[in-house]
Structure formats: structure tokens, C-alpha cells
């Protein structure tokens, strides 16, 4: 889950910014950054937050409880902040705290909805497994 969201927000991101719509639109700059790039900074993102998920798992009961969903909400939103795009794409002057509220706090409109369904579509893959 937290891969594809990553990547989803990373094109949806790069087409407002581009074209002021939602769309798709993959983050690139000629000879630097390119789709392998994006899948591999989703990746590292992803791992980062995954033992902390696991811990969670082992922690909570099944199903999966509210404290469960909570903190996959929670690396949703990590994931979402430290994988792609690289803000290179938008521009090379960026500090840390630019990125964080540019391209992430005012894309709020993107990211909580991106959130909200990667949380429904966990619980709703976790009750499909558990019935099986």
C-alpha cells in the first residue's frame, strides 16, 4: 500500500504543479531524475517506516485495531513527505522546511485523500485476507 501511494502522490503532485490540474505526470529532469528514480526514493521511503508498522502488528490484536490503522495512517504520511517526488523536479534552491510545506503541508488536498484510501484499502485487503 505504501508504495503505490507514494508513487501516486509523487504524479499527481508533479501534474498540479505543472499544469495547475489534477493528472498524472511522472517527476523527471532530463538526464538526472527519471522513473527509476521515483520508484527507488518510494522504496527507500517505505522501508523506512515498515519495522515500525510490523511492531505495530505484532503489538495490536487482530483484526487490526484503531491504534493499528492510526499508525499506518501515520506512515502513509511519512512515506508520502520523504518519497518522491525530489524536489530538484520544481527547483535546485529548495530548503527542508520549503519542501515540507510546499510540497507537502499546502498539498493537503492531495494528500489526504490519498491517505483516507490507502487506510480504507488496507482494512478492506486485511478483512479479505482474513476470510480466506
Known sequence: MLLPTSITFACVLTAQLQTE???WAWPSI???YTRGDVWIHALLASLVV???LV???RAGARPPSR???LAFAVATLVVIR???PDAQVFGTTWTAWEITAGLFLLQWPIVVPLTVASVMLRRLL???VDRQ
Open 21 to 23: 490540474h489534477l493528472g
Open 30 to 32: 532530463p538526464y538526472d
Open 50 to 52: 515498515i519495522p515500525v
Open 55 to 57: 511492531l505495530c502488528r
Open 67 to 69: 491504534w493499528q490503522n
Open 82 to 84: 520523504l518519497g518522491p
Open 126 to 128: 486485511g478483512r479479505w
